[in-house]
């Protein structure tokens, strides 16, 4: 069974920057697509980057391009989101997911809250 735990959320000013850990257990993940998604109140979730596993291949989001970075550590089975130049429209509840390669997102982590002010 696929688990996912996220930490590093927090409260940061405008223009600061914090890094989201997302640690994986479960499976080997090495066919696995992982992503980050955020929520924020009153919207729908939406993703903001994801990364696949093996090769380490990116998306991104427009609204993070230049300002976030997707990364991921395999030998600690860990995937990172390095958010810099931060904004208050990034404050959400951040979500680690991830799916087989050809999947769905079915697995996911409780969520971490970050809360950007200005």
């Known amino acids: 069974q696929v688990q996912l735990v996220e930490s590093g959320g927090g409260l940061v000013q405008a223009g600061g920057s914090l890094r989201l850990s997302c640690a994986a257990s479960?499976?080997?993940?090495?066919?696995?697509?992982m992503g980050w998604f955020r929520q924020a109140p009153g919207k729908e979730r939406e993703a903001v980057a994801t990364i696949t596993w093996s090769r380490g291949s990116t998306t991104y989001a427009d609204s993070v391009k230049g300002r976030f970075t997707i990364s991921r550590d395999n030998a600690k089975n860990t995937m990172y989101l390095q958010m810099n130049s931060l904004k208050p429209e990034d404050t959400a509840v951040y979500y680690c997911?991830?799916?087989?390669?050809?999947?769905?997102?079915?697995?996911w982590g409780q969520g971490t809250q970050v809360t950007v002010s200005s």
């Open positions: 997911a991830a799916h087989r390669i050809g999947g769905s997102w079915k697995e």
């Open positions: 479960g499976r080997t993940f090495s066919s696995y697509v």
